[in-house]
């Protein structure tokens, strides 16, 4: 029978939004394996919004949602009209509209919040037993929601995983094309963008974590 997956997106571009690669490369390996998917977003402003040529802020005000459209072809749903019983699994594809707009990681640190309406997405799921996985720079939010969470942010030396290691998360090192499954809280991650990496390698890690994150829902 086929799996429903809410893929959860931040906005469209790796500099302030959901990472365009990832996101796709996610939408591709759930069709890959029959999986039905509906996007979601929540319906508010980005942090910031970044000119990818340049790497430097505009004066420009973007929403989250509208912006992640752009990535689901217009079929996108409202974060708010998430409900756990209609799904077997979730997926957060990275970028750092995912440390800036789902959560404010980017500015606070340990010290963050999750955004209200995926709180309420990660702990119902969480309740049911459902898998959760999550990508690149992702997984910091899972080390926010669930305590002693087991993830990977890729290699050490990054200063996410340092601030991650002080939010009470067990950080396992992993290459590229690597997953980390948290057994005891149902979580998968993957590094993608983290590390240097190809578009292939990277896609050789979201396919371990679909396939992951399938098998468990």
Same mark, same amino acid.
């Given at each position: ?75 996108? =749903? ?5 409900? &756990?019983?209609?799904?077997?699994? *979730?997926?957060?594809?990275?970028? #750092?509209?995912? $440390? %800036? ?25 969480? =309740? ?5 996985? &999550?990508?690149?720079?992702?997984? *910091?939010?899972?080390?926010?929601? #669930?305590?002693? $969470? %087991? ?57 371990k974590a679909v396939e ?5 829902a």
């Amino acid at each position: 029978m086929s799996k429903n997956v809410a893929v959860i997106l931040s906005g469209c571009g790796h500099m302030d939004g959901s990472e365009i690669h990832e996101a796709t490369l996610s939408l591709l390996a759930l069709d890959q394996v029959g999986a039905r998917v509906q996007c979601f977003a929540p319906n508010t402003m980005q942090m910031d919004v970044i000119n990818h040529v340049t790497g430097e802020p505009m004066e420009d005000q973007r929403n989250v949602m509208v912006e992640a459209a752009r990535i689901a072809r217009g079929k996108i =749903k409202l974060l708010s009209a998430f409900t &756990a019983d209609s799904y077997d699994g *979730v997926l957060m594809p990275g970028g #750092f509209g995912a $440390a %800036k707009n789902l959560c404010d990681f980017a500015v606070l640190g340990a010290e963050c919040e999750v955004n209200e309406e995926l709180r309420e997405v990660l702990v119902s799921m969480h =309740k049911k037993g459902k898998p959760i996985c &999550a990508l690149c720079i992702s997984p *910091v939010m899972l080390a926010k929601v #669930f305590e002693g $969470a %087991k993830v990977t942010l890729g290699a050490d030396g990054n200063a996410a995983r340092a601030v991650v290691d002080g939010m009470g998360a067990q950080h396992e090192v992993t290459g590229n094309g690597q997953i980390v499954v948290d057994e005891e809280l149902n979580l998968i991650t993957a590094p993608c963008y983290m590390l240097e990496a190809s578009i292939s390698q990277v896609y050789e890690g979201i396919k371990k974590a679909v396939e992951s994150l399938i098998e468990r829902a």
